[in-house]
């Protein structure tokens, strides 16, 4: 189960989200990708309702940066850089790197983080 902090800076009117370690690209897709943007929300509330309907289906919602895809009841969220088929070195360092650029959970688990990303959105 992931767990996550919402935070409100008052003073500069941002939302973040600080998520546990191993889906820091979560909190970074919802700041950058999705943040309060109304029509972005929407847009991933339809691919989450599409879902039900044709599980079997890859979704996609492509960012500017950061991509949300969703197969079966399985979410990864990654870089776009990561998807564009370039053969990276197998380094240490790198694969460090990785982990900060993709992360995966469970659909359940994304639905309710999304939810509450909206609710904590509402509740300013």
Known sequence: MM?????????MGKYYVKPSMGHEILGRWLEEEIGKDRQKIQQVDELLEAV???PLL??????????LIIQGD????QENVLSHGDVLLEDSELNYY?????AS????????LFK????FLQSR
């Open 3 to 11: 767990e996550f902090e919402f935070i409100r800076n008052t003073l």
């Open 52 to 54: 039900k309907y044709s």
């Open 58 to 67: 890859e979704h996609k919602y492509a960012g500017c940066e950061i991509s």
């Open 74 to 77: 399985e979410v990864t969220v």
């Open 98 to 102: 990785n982990s900060e650029s993709t």
């Open 105 to 112: 959970c469970g659909l359940q688990d994304f639905s309710s």
């Open 116 to 119: 509450q990303w909206q609710d």
